[in-house]
DNA sequence: CAGCCTAGGTGTACGATGTAAACCTGTCAA
DNA sequence: TTGACAGGTTTACATCGTACACCTAGGCTG
């Protein structure tokens, strides 16, 4: 496969497919990333992409995965709120950058390894600061679309992580997913429904009435303090 | 205009064709409500749709309006956390029984009348219990897709409310607006940039900051407090 | 070296979508 | 009686994702 030849083409890939959609969604919008013109830009036919891609969901998680790359690491040594708060507002800063990515990852229904990824992380770096792996999910929940634009519910949608029938397959994808992701893995050992089995998936409910519960709250305690006007957060 | 005249149609309007939509959608999904399915299910020709509705982002709107309308109304009399609490919870239990609504309501670029009267209301159960205009806003971004599956920042987008150009339309418009919305206006009026105009937005950034702080503190909270397991939410 | 396999690119075609434009028709107002 | 017009139809178009068949040039194996 002679790469560069001497074409100005310098070789169709995945990575180069979903960072021309980036670049082109970024410039003309999400609506522009057609897979005709994304490889009109390519200088490809429409159909040379499906070589790299299996479809246009797989082209949009990989443009997703782009974003996501762009987010910072974590600094070590730091508290663990001030480096989830840094985290968080610098998936913010990626996200403003492109406009079009938390509508993208909103509509996707599969996780990329990526986007588990960076959940993982996230998660671990509670859990590094000493919060139980119970509280660690609360707050997964409560922060919601505030990590990047869509709540983190791939702990419980059945499609995240599809189930192989074969039980030897499960035992090799228990293994992976518990060397690759352990605090994923954690919550969801940790889940236990009403009849107490493990990983059976969280009570979306109870979640959701814990994070509104809270939030009504933590205003109720700022309204009775007299907060009246802008003022920071009350730190104590 | 023969209304029933012998045919089984019951004569076609804007009200029955969104109510088919959510019919459609509840049933086979949002990816079968296209205009043709629809019309097919209204036995009608496809075009015949546009009679009635502008186009799909009108009809889906509609339809978005007719889930709205099945909330429940607020009780009076009740303490403004539990009304307020009641509410959401309602609202939480219609969407679960339109499981599409939440993606339109997030892909939706303008509000209906139905949507912001919706906010005005809930903003003004805030008002009524204390709340300052400013911890109002503060509150109604803090719950953000928690009222119903998209944050509420129509208060901000400048697509939400179209402002005219003739002076006089804007007059009528300013009028109109301050009687139907009255508490969406005053978090609208009380808004100021940098500059200290009002009415020019509200700044993102430092709403986006203040509740992901007051986040991380109720978790620093909990997580001093000794909270590890599932416990009910501390009330102090 | 011959030959085949296959990764990677092309062209064509199909069904579906939203909707613009022109047209038809029955009902009511003037 | 005569429009006007609300409401329904037909046709047509551009665009979309993608299935399918085809071509072609290296690289591997015999």
Chains 1, 2 share one sequence.
Request: hydrophobic share 45%; glycine share 8%.
């Amino acid at each position: 496969m002679a790469e560069n030849a001497t074409s100005a083409r310098p070789a169709l890939t995945r990575g180069r497919a979903c960072a021309a959609g980036v670049a082109l969604a970024d410039v003309e919008g999400i609506d522009a990333v057609s897979m005709r013109n994304l490889a009109a830009r390519l200088e490809v036919s429409p159909m040379a992409l499906y070589k790299h891609v299996r479809d246009k969901e797989d082209l949009l998680g990989g443009m997703i995965d782009i974003v996501i790359a762009s987010y910072d690491t974590p600094r070590p040594g730091v508290d663990w709120k001030q480096g989830v708060r840094a985290r968080i507002l610098s998936a913010r800063r990626a996200l403003l950058q492109h406009p079009w990515a938390r509508r993208v990852i909103e509509a996707s229904t599969t996780r990329t390894p990526t986007v588990l990824a960076y959940m993982d992380s996230l998660a671990g770096m509670f859990m590094a600061g000493g919060l139980s792996v119970d509280l660690t999910h609360h707050a997964m929940h409560a922060l919601g679309h505030r990590i990047w634009g869509f709540s983190p519910e791939a702990f419980d949608d059945p499609d995240a992580l599809a189930v192989p029938d074969d039980p030897a397959e499960q035992e090799a994808m228990l293994r992976h997913v518990s060397e690759t992701y352990p605090h994923i893995l954690a919550i969801a050992l940790g889940n236990t429904d009403a009849s107490g089995a493990p990983g059976s998936g969280c009570d979306e409910q109870s979640e959701f009435e814990f994070t509104l519960d809270l939030l009504l709250d933590a205003f109720d305690r700022l309204h009775a303090a007299g907060w009246s006007s802008r003022q920071t957060v009350l730190r104590s």
